[in-house]
């Protein structure tokens, strides 16, 4: 192997001779955090609760990882809390805000309630609606605007109550990449708290999953005047466990653990600390600190040559562009659209690629047969074009040829299944 050659398994490459386009379902691990992981596997094996030199360098190692995430969205590292990844972290979250709530003395009466919208990760959704279930919260879920595909801040505050905690609004859609107005809801949000602390109501917390944002746009708690913020490892090229940002933890933001054992990390994480994934997700938060722009620029870059690439192959008629939203930014590596005609389903449709791997919306999602994204119905986009959506992601690594193969392999496959459907 010639000097400076990475090895397939480094670059990330997925299979011999395919495209990876599902760079918004999971990256590959980077270089560099797989070298942090192996380095801490080797060097720092001690218990970070011990008294001793090993235990010391696992927890000087950790206390490391944890400076960059901070400075990663702009935060104090006492801020950021290990977690096993994004569910986790999301559903600290809610239990913590609601819990929070129900434990207060005096206040309004009835349970807590939540205002979140349609079109959240499940980490989020299931949670809140297992709490509504319960009769332990009460819930609302804001549409997004079919015109804009964001959850407007005046719908969401339209949705609030006297018993609201928590406000949770992720800050970019992983299906159709709209960056939601997040700066601009904690400004109104901060507001409405003075006046409702006059008044005797309880602050309203403010939450935004961060997962799909960071290290393709510039993500700073300050500036977004967040509460809590969700960071997931994987979604940019870092090992798969995640962080929690809270403003103050336990002081001037609620936290309360989920388990409890050994106190580890301020008692609000319990558990022996994984000190090798925690220097890889470090080593990949120095990454995007130090890279983001231009990972942002050529992320951007490959995507409109994608998006031209297939109007230039199907032909403007026949693409139907389901991420395109009338004054709403959106990620820079994302692109959901839908090949138009009977029988392309984008399920089918990727079944019949040879070297394509793509999806049809969130990974966990599937499972779900041919039944079209309830995201993409929910910003009203219609029934039949929603069914043949696909879901492109590009990364740090994709190139112009990579763009030329992925939809080269695409008009092949409509190719089949057009003739299919003809006979």
């Given at each position: 192997m010639g000097a400076g050659t990475e090895p397939p398994e480094a670059r990330g490459d997925a299979a011999e001779g395919s495209v990876y386009l599902d760079h918004n379902a999971t990256t590959p691990l980077a270089p560099e955090a797989a070298r942090a992981v192996r380095d801490a596997l080797r060097q720092a094996w001690g218990n970070p609760s011990s008294c001793h030199p090993a235990g010391r360098k696992a927890k000087e190692l950790i206390g490391s990882a944890r400076e960059s995430l901070a400075r990663m969205v702009g935060a104090r590292p006492e801020d950021i809390v290990f977690t096993s990844g994004g569910t986790e972290a999301n559903n600290m979250v809610i239990h913590s805000a609601c819990g929070h709530r129900r434990a207060a003395p005096g206040g309004t009466a009835g349970p807590p309630h939540a205002v979140t919208s349609s079109v959240e990760h499940d980490s989020v959704r299931l949670p809140l609606e297992q709490l509504a279930a319960e009769s332990r919260a009460e819930v609302t879920f804001v549409p997004v605007s079919?015109?804009?595909?964001?959850?407007?801040?005046?719908?969401?505050?339209?949705?609030?109550?006297?018993?609201?905690?928590?406000?949770?609004?992720?800050?970019?859609?992983?299906?159709?990449?709209?960056?939601?107005?997040?700066?601009?809801?904690?400004?109104?949000?901060?507001?409405?708290?003075?006046?409702?602390?006059?008044?005797?109501?309880?602050?309203?917390?403010?939450?935004?999953?961060?997962?799909?944002?960071?290290?393709?746009?510039?993500?700073?708690?300050?500036?977004?005047?967040?509460?809590?913020?969700?960071?997931?490892?994987?979604?940019?090229?870092?090992?798969?466990?995640?962080?929690?940002?809270?403003?103050?933890?336990?002081?001037?933001?609620?936290?309360?653990?989920?388990?409890?054992?050994?106190?580890?990390?301020?008692?609000?994480?319990?558990?022996?600390?994984?000190?090798?994934?925690?220097?890889?997700?470090?080593?990949?938060?120095?990454?995007?600190?130090?890279?983001?722009?231009?990972?942002?620029?050529?992320?951007?870059?490959?995507?409109?040559?994608?998006?031209?690439?297939?109007?230039?192959?199907?032909?403007?008629?026949?693409?139907?562009?389901?991420?395109?939203?009338?004054?709403?930014?959106?990620?820079?590596?994302?692109?959901?659209?839908?090949?138009?005609?009977?029988g392309l389903q984008g399920r089918r449709v990727l079944s019949h690629c040879k070297t394509l791997l793509g999806s049809v919306g969130a990974a966990c999602h599937s499972e779900k047969g041919d039944r079209p994204s309830s995201v993409l119905l929910s910003c009203g986009i219609p029934y039949e074009v929603a069914q043949n959506a696909l879901r492109l992601s590009v990364g740090r690594d994709t190139t112009r040829a990579d763009v030329d193969q992925a939809v080269q392999d695409l008009v092949q496959a409509v190719a089949q299944l057009d003739q299919d459907q003809a006979l």
């Open positions: 079919p015109r804009s595909g964001q959850a407007e801040v005046d719908d969401v505050l339209a949705a609030i109550r006297p018993t609201t905690c928590l406000v949770s609004i992720m800050l970019a859609n992983n299906e159709t990449g709209v960056i939601m107005p997040i700066a601009e809801l904690s400004q109104r949000l901060r507001a409405l708290n003075q006046r409702r602390a006059v008044e005797g109501l309880p602050r309203i917390l403010l939450h935004t999953d961060a997962a799909q944002m960071i290290g393709k746009g510039h993500v700073d708690v300050q500036e977004l005047g967040v509460d809590y913020l969700t960071i997931v490892g994987h979604k940019f090229y870092g090992p798969r466990i995640g962080a929690l940002y809270v403003r103050g933890p336990g002081t001037t933001t609620p936290l309360h653990p989920m388990l409890f054992g050994g106190g580890q990390e301020r008692g609000f994480r319990p558990g022996t600390e994984n000190t090798p994934m925690i220097a890889g997700l470090g080593q990949a938060a120095e990454l995007v600190s130090k890279n983001w722009e231009a990972y942002e620029a050529h992320m951007r870059d490959v995507r409109d040559y994608l998006e031209a690439r297939l109007e230039a192959s199907f032909g403007k008629q026949r693409i139907h562009f389901n991420s395109h939203f009338t004054g709403s930014k959106r990620l820079c590596n994302t692109s959901n659209f839908s090949i138009l005609g009977p």
